[in-house]
Nanobody, 124 residues
Framework: QVGLVESGGGLVQPGGSLRLSCAVS????????VGWFRRVPGMEHDFVAA????????FYGEDAKGRFTISRDNARNMAYLQMNNLKPEDTAVYSC?????????????????WGQGTQVTVSS
């Protein structure tokens, strides 16, 4: 089993920045990497970004590319999401998830273990 805990969410003004952290524990050797998803009321989880533990290869959703940066620290079993130039439409609960070996990265179906999520609110 794999456990994940997010932190770093909060209230920021439009144009501001936040850095989300994801602490991963448990059987991390069975996972290829970590993905970040976000969800708003009435919507499904949207893919934000993912990163592969082994080589640091990254995937980004269209809305995240150019503004958000995903990174990882393998020694600490941590993944991060740096979010810059935040917009009100970025408001959501952001969750990190452990990617299953041999599964797709862009879909929630590729992830078996999820954190509780951290709220990000972008408002003036």
């Amino acid at each position: 089993q794999v456990g994940l805990v997010e932190s770093g969410g909060g209230l920021v003004q439009p144009g501001g920045s936040l850095r989300l952290s994801c602490a991963v524990s448990g059987r991390t050797s069975s996972t290829d990497g970590v993905g970040w998803f976000r969800r708003v009321p009435g919507m499904e989880h949207d893919f934000v970004a993912a990163i592969v533990w082994r080589d640091g290869f990254t995937f980004y959703g269209e809305d995240a590319k150019g503004r958000f940066t995903i990174s990882r620290d393998n020694a600490r079993n941590m993944a991060y999401l740096q979010m810059n130039n935040l917009k009100p439409e970025d408001t959501a609960v952001y969750s990190c998830a452990a990617h299953g070996t041999g599964r797709v990265f862009y879909s929630r179906d590729g992830y078996d273990y999820w954190g509780q999520g951290t709220q990000v609110t972008v408002s003036s």
